[in-house]
T-cell receptor, first 111, second 114 residues
Framework: TQLLEQSPQFLSIQEGENLTVYCNSS?????LQWYRQEPGEGPVLLVT?????EVKKLKRLTFQFGDARKDSSLHITAAQTGDTGLYLC???????????FGTGTRLTIIP | DSGVTQTPKHLITATGQRVTLRCSPR?????VYWYQQSLDQGLQFLIQ?????ERAKGNILERFSAQQFPDLHSELNLSSLELGDSALYFC????WGRGEDIQYFGAGTRLSVL
């Protein structure tokens, strides 16, 4: 069974600070996705990374896929209250349609 | 709005009962996925259908079953319910059902088993 461990599990920081969330596995994934889920809603896809070492930027969010395709990170610069939510990483593997979700990081940005 | 519709939003029932959750995928999407989200287990993949056929199976209990109909909507049937089945159940859809496809999630059905 492939597992994706996210850290930290909970994070509460002041508006304007920077933060990094990690997603780690002992298994190799062909691609990794990051989702954000808000209360009462389903997860919404933020980004997909497919190449080892790949870095993608989405405004203040920077996503990185590890060289060995076993880990990923999400860095948020100058956090805003609208960034509050549950962040989930999810991995897929070649020829396998199912997504394996990480354990989640619950982020709270304090105004 | 993701375009994926799940009904009902909330469901309260008793142990031993049976319930049916319904999902209408985004227009044009052929594949439907079901997930269970609980506090201690996170988001777990249950089962996937593509154009009416089962394509992949995850951690789905034998008491649970699903199907996808010719109009592509899907139903998840949960029977002999136990307290531990209380969770959020999400449906997602994608165009081709491949691993790299974007999955669009509905808002979920919150099931409470009392």
């Amino acid at each position: 069974t492939q597992l994706l461990e996210q850290s930290p599990q909970f994070l509460s920081i002041q508006e304007g600070e920077n933060l990094t969330v990690y997603c780690n596995s002992s298994s190799v994934f062909s691609s990794l996705q990051w989702y954000r889920q808000e209360p009462g809603e389903g997860p919404v896809l933020l980004v997909t990374v497919v190449t080892g070492g790949e870095v993608k930027k989405l405004k203040r969010l920077t996503f990185q896929f590890g060289d060995a395709r076993k880990d990923s990170s999400l860095h948020i610069t100058a956090a805003q209250t609208g960034d509050t939510g549950l962040y989930l990483c999810a991995g897929t593997n070649f020829g396998n349609e199912k997504l394996t979700f990480g354990t989640g990081t619950r982020l709270t940005i304090i105004p | 709005d993701s375009g994926v519709t799940q009904t009902p939003k909330h469901l309260i029932t008793a142990t031993g009962q049976r319930v049916t959750l319904r999902c209408s995928p985004r227009s044009g999407d052929l594949s439907v996925y079901w997930y269970q989200q609980s506090l201690d287990q996170g988001l777990q993949f249950l089962i996937q259908y593509y154009n009416g056929e089962e394509r992949a199976k995850g951690n789905i209990l034998e008491r649970f079953s699903a199907q996808q109909f010719p109009d592509l909507h899907s139903e998840l049937n949960l029977s002999s319910l136990e307290l531990g089945d209380s969770a959020l159940y999400f449906c997602a859809s994608s165009v081709w059902g491949r691993g790299e496809d974007i999955q669009y999630f509905g808002a979920g059905t919150r099931l409470s088993v009392l």
